[in-house]
């Protein structure tokens, strides 16, 4: 059809330091491996900017506070910055006024540090609480990217679902758009080691990921692929000649290359909101 386009959305979660402080990992192992991620930034601008690509890179405010000049790069380069938290907890137990805090906190750190206001949201490991939508809402974010209800097409979150022993009653739909993730996209439980898991070879998971995207060519005539990285994971060498020969790859197929939020704005133009 004419109208036929595949849109693939390099995003990266630069957790840093942060995401082994919420472990309580706080050695000097343990940071070390998070402070990797800052070699890994250098390296992944570098590649994105040969391809001309820009990306969505999703941070929490420790990193912002830890390293405000390579994320002040990353803005710099012309990639989307979005809210990851302001540490890497999930708010699942956060109380709703904890939660609205650390959303208001966050978008105030990276308008400081990066001058871009934060439209997207990706919660501490993709975890959302009964108050996250409708807070996501209020503060003005039109997009989250933390929920698995499909593989490539955007939808509407939901509020107020309803979960009894024999059914669920699902809640109506909001005007938040939900850009769904996996964590079969995701290079960290293929590649890190943590609980026993990761450190997978690197050209098994480079054919999965193309086979997902040829899968979406030939299932739908518009889609979006969200492809979701950790600089600390994916900045190791063989992992980085991996990730250019994805982008390669995925060019081969038409990929057309966008921004979290470009694709969110696309799903806009082609959805009707919820009454």
Same mark, same amino acid.
């Given at each position: 059809?004419?109208?036929?386009?595949?849109?693939?959305? +390099?995003?990266?979660?630069?957790?840093?330091?942060?995401?082994?402080?919420?472990?309580?990992?706080?050695?000097?192992?343990?940071?070390?491996?998070?402070?990797?991620?800052? &070699?890994?930034?250098? *390296?992944?601008?570098?590649? +994105?900017?040969? @391809?001309?690509?820009?990306?969505?890179? /999703?941070?929490?405010?420790?990193?912002?506070?830890?390293?405000?000049?390579?994320? *002040?790069? &990353?803005?710099?380069?012309?990639?989307?910055?979005?809210?990851?938290?302001?540490?890497?907890?999930?708010?699942?137990?956060?109380?709703?006024?904890?939660?609205?805090?650390?959303?208001?906190?966050?978008?105030?750190?990276?308008?400081?540090? %990066?001058?871009?206001?934060?439209?997207? @949201?990706?919660? !501490?490991?993709?975890?959302?609480?009964?108050?996250?939508?409708?807070?996501?809402? =209020?503060?003005?974010?039109? @997009?989250?990217?933390?929920?698995?209800?499909?593989?490539?097409?955007? @939808?509407?979150? *939901?509020?107020?679902?309803?979960? $009894?022993?024999?059914?669920?009653? $699902?809640?109506?739909?909001?005007?938040?758009?939900?850009? !769904?993730?996996?964590?079969?996209?995701?290079?960290?439980?293929?590649?890190?080691?943590? *609980?026993?898991?990761?450190?997978?070879?690197?050209?098994?998971?480079? =054919?999965?990921?193309?086979?997902? $995207?040829?899968?979406?060519?030939?299932?739908?005539?518009?889609?979006?692929?969200?492809?979701? $990285?950790?600089?600390?994971?994916?900045?190791?060498?063989?992992?980085?000649?991996? /990730?250019?020969?994805? &982008?390669?790859?995925?060019?081969?197929?038409?990929?057309? /290359?966008? %921004?979290?939020?470009?694709?969110?704005?696309? /799903? =806009?133009?082609?959805?009707?909101? !919820?009454?």
């Amino acid at each position: 059809m004419t109208d036929s386009r595949h849109l693939v959305c +390099l995003s990266f979660d630069f957790d840093a330091v942060s995401f082994w402080m919420a472990q309580g990992l706080t050695s000097p192992t343990a940071m070390s491996r998070g402070e990797f991620g800052v &070699i890994g930034v250098q *390296r992944i601008l570098k590649i +994105l900017d040969r @391809y001309g690509i820009k990306a969505s890179f /999703f941070v929490p405010v420790v990193t912002l506070n830890t390293y405000p000049d390579c994320c *002040r790069a &990353i803005a710099d380069a012309g990639h989307e910055m979005g809210h990851h938290g302001y540490t890497h907890v999930s708010p699942v137990n956060m109380s709703a006024e904890q939660e609205l805090n650390a959303l208001r906190r966050g978008k105030a750190v990276m308008q400081a540090v %990066t001058g871009q206001v934060p439209l997207g @949201y990706r919660s !501490p490991a993709w975890d959302l609480s009964e108050n996250s939508v409708e807070l996501l809402l =209020q503060e003005g974010f039109i @997009y989250d990217s933390s929920m698995m209800g499909h593989d490539y097409l955007p @939808y509407f979150a *939901r509020v107020s679902d309803q979960i $009894f022993e024999d059914r669920v009653v $699902f809640g109506p739909e909001t005007e938040l758009i939900e850009l !769904p993730v996996s964590w079969s996209l995701d290079d960290f439980p293929h590649f890190e080691y943590f *609980r026993g898991g990761g450190l997978q070879n690197a050209g098994g998971v480079l =054919q999965n990921w193309l086979d997902d $995207f040829s899968f979406m060519c030939s299932d739908a005539d518009w889609g979006v692929l969200t492809y979701t $990285f950790h600089p600390f994971v994916i900045g190791r060498g063989h992992r980085l000649v991996m /990730f250019d020969a994805l &982008i390669r790859g995925l060019a081969e197929m038409d990929a057309e /290359f966008v %921004t979290a939020e470009a694709a969110v704005r696309e /799903f =806009q133009g082609r959805s009707s909101s !919820p009454a």
